[in-house]
């Protein structure tokens, strides 16, 4: 779509001199510093509806031909994504008639946007976690477990936790994997403590909307983590002193 608008659009020699040097290039030379006002007079925008009803048009032309790409994901939501996402729980929040931002209101509201079956089927539907799109669709903006303490103890509103929380910054690709790879360990377990391991999703509750976790597996009586040493020093951290495995007493899971 950008690139049809902009194939429509004159080109730079029919309405300037090609040649022509910009007001901004001037400063620091023959200028000290521009004003808007000296780059020209404001122009007044107004909303396009030939564009709206373009965007019409391809939305309605990606459901008739069952299209699965990423633009149709933020215009045909299921019942999942309408009513357990936080970014479709926030745009209908403030489209709201009278509503308000009051970030107390928008947890009561998502509380009863979200029901019980909706978090069970979502559950079951992002079993497989990182390989399924609706596992990072509804984590994000959500404080999960492994960013609890993260959280407790955060004291900005705008720093590198926040961003983590937002999806701007991700986790380093080493140890990502790290922990793929360690998620085989699970079989092992298995195997020695004679226990079988139910592999689950995402696990949402509609009384904490903000909130989310993912273990790697439960049984009847324990939720089952993978803890990944980042380094080989940390390794100490899980053993005791006789070398025998034990539970790191120091990380975040026990907050």
């Known amino acids: 779509m950008w690139l049809h608008r902009r194939s429509e659009e004159p080109s730079p020699t029919e309405v300037a001199c090609y040649w022509a040097k910009s007001k901004l290039s001037k400063v620091g030379s023959s200028i000290k510093f521009l004003t808007l006002r000296d780059l020209g007079a404001e122009e007044e925008l107004s909303s396009d509806e030939e564009d709206l009803l ?7 032309k990606g459901i008739e031909n069952t299209s699965n790409s990423q633009l149709l994901k933020y215009f045909v939501l299921n019942g999942i994504n309408e009513h357990l996402g936080l970014y479709q729980l926030l745009l209908k929040f403030v ?3 009278g509503g308000t931002s009051d970030c107390t209101e928008f947890l009561n509201f998502c509380s009863q946007q979200m029901t019980v079956d909706l978090c069970s ?3 079951i539907k992002t079993t497989e976690q990182s390989a399924s799109s609706l596992w990072f669709d509804l984590r994000f903006g959500r404080i999960t477990a492994s960013k609890i303490y993260d959280a407790a103890h955060c004291k900005k509103s705008d ?10 910054t991700k986790v ?6 790290r922990g793929r790879k360690l998620e085989e360990v699970l079989k092992g377990a298995e195997q020695k403590l004679n226990v079988k391991f139910k592999r689950v999703g995402l696990q949402l509750k509609p009384r904490y909307p903000i909130f989310g976790a993912s273990p790697d597996a439960l049984t009847d ?15 100490c951290n899980y053993l005791t002193k ?7 007493k ?6």
């Open 121 to 123: 089927e979502a559950a």
């Open 250 to 255: 120091v990380t975040d899971v026990f907050f």
């Open 159 to 168: 720093g590198s936790f926040v961003n983590q929380i937002l999806g701007v």
């Open 95 to 97: 489209e709201r008639p």
């Open 54 to 60: 373009f965007l019409q048009e391809v939305v309605k």
């Open 172 to 177: 380093p690709v080493t140890e990502a994997l």
């Open 221 to 235: 009586d324990y939720v089952v983590e993978i803890n990944c040493p980042q380094s080989e020093k940390n390794i």
């Open 242 to 248: 006789n070398k025998e495995i034990t539970a790191n």
